[in-house]
């Protein structure tokens, strides 16, 4: 077989990108824990020696780490003061938890991809489920930390005025129930923007409903916001004026069981909001850096999850909005629309 060596080179060039972001992961999870990326943006431009200091942490490594960094792209370096640094827009994504551009949340989930290797290699092989409890921890503290600055910048400002007549219920009380709230972030922004409203969060991991009902009280509103275990097919309640699912319901085993339980728990004139991956109907208009992203996870996280539960429908994070439409319909939803859209999520508004 004939070598196109232009090609070769062409490819090799992407390994040697894909390599250097798997090995800069790990850099980036031992920044976050460490605190360093904050450290630095509260100091400045400064010297290995000095970062050491401040942040109480061996210089030769430090140098080590502040030099991958700078080779990654992630942090400045200046050669005549041998000063690093963070821009604006580093510090803004790296060291500022609560800016809509946090990422060490998203490496977070890498490490447990790295854990469930083996655990995916019997999968592959037996075809059996791995659910979202048998995951290390660090899946569900990442998975909070990627999606909170999405839900922090568009929950309220966009995503609940888009739907029709929600914002207005919700203002003047209401009932609302979070399935699949997993640590409860959306459930509190909500809860925080609407305090005249009800909300309970709901989800069958026991953990992390532990830690919602401890980030609740943090946040200041535990005495109206509860947390419950429960399961999108069998959580307590009726009439709710709106019923939320934040990236969970393409990991559910029988997602079509699970709108049909929302359509029961529903008021009448009631509002199913369903947030997703953003994805396309076709694989071919997925191809792409997104895609790329959700399609990995969903190898390791969001298949396996719903192959471990009933039916197994295996949707996978990039379902898209036609597949949603009919798994919402045959639940008993006889209006569906595109309500808003991100470049990670969309917004879909379901009605009986």
């Not at 000063?83 to 790296?94: C, G, P, V, Y």
């Not at 191809?287 to 719903?306: D, E, H, K, M, Q």
């Amino acid at each position: 077989m004939a070598i196109d060596e232009a090609r070769l080179n062409e490819f090799m060039g992407k390994f040697v990108t894909d390599i250097g972001a798997v090995l800069h992961a790990a850099t980036v999870v031992v920044g976050d824990r460490l605190g360093l990326y904050k450290a630095m943006a509260e100091a400045g431009p400064a010297t290995v020696e000095q970062l050491a200091k401040r942040t109480e942490t061996d210089p030769r490594y430090l140098r080590e780490w502040l030099s991958a960094q700078a080779a990654s792209g992630y942090v400045g370096y200046d050669p005549a003061s041998q000063r690093f640094s963070l821009s604006e827009e580093q510090s803004l994504a790296l060291a500022q938890e609560g800016s809509p551009a946090f990422i060490p949340g998203a490496f977070q989930i890498a490490v447990d991809q790295f854990k469930s290797v083996p655990k995916m290699e019997s999968a592959l092989r037996t075809g059996l489920g791995l659910g979202w409890h048998e995951h290390d921890a660090s899946l569900f503290h990442g998975t909070e930390r990627f999606f909170r600055p999405g839900y922090a910048a568009n929950l309220v400002s966009a995503w609940l005025p888009a739907l029709d007549g929600v914002e207005a219920r919700l203002q003047a009380g209401g009932s609302v129930a979070d399935v699949g709230c997993g640590h409860g972030t959306s459930t509190i922004i909500m809860a925080q923007a609407y305090p005249k409203a009800r909300f309970t969060g709901f989800d069958y991991h026991a953990p992390s409903i532990e830690q919602a009902r401890k980030a609740a009280k943090q946040a200041g509103v535990a005495d109206r916001v509860n947390f419950e275990v429960a399961s999108a097919k069998d959580f307590p309640g009726r009439a709710y004026d709106l019923v939320t699912f934040f990236d969970c319901l393409h990991d559910m085993g029988d997602p079509v069981g699970a709108a049909a339980h929302v359509s029961k728990a529903l008021a009448s004139n009631g509002t199913w909001m369903i947030v997703e991956p953003f994805a396309n109907d076709r694989l071919e208009d997925n191809l792409n850096p997104v895609g790329r992203v959700y399609y990995s996870a969903s190898s390791f996280i969001c298949t396996p999850a719903s192959r471990s539960q009933e039916v197994g429908l295996c949707l996978g994070a990039q379902a898209g909005e036609a597949r949603l439409r009919e798994v919402v319909t045959q639940g008993g939803f006889k209006r569906f629309r595109r309500a808003a859209e991100t470049p990670f999520n969309i917004v879909l508004e379901a009605r009986l």
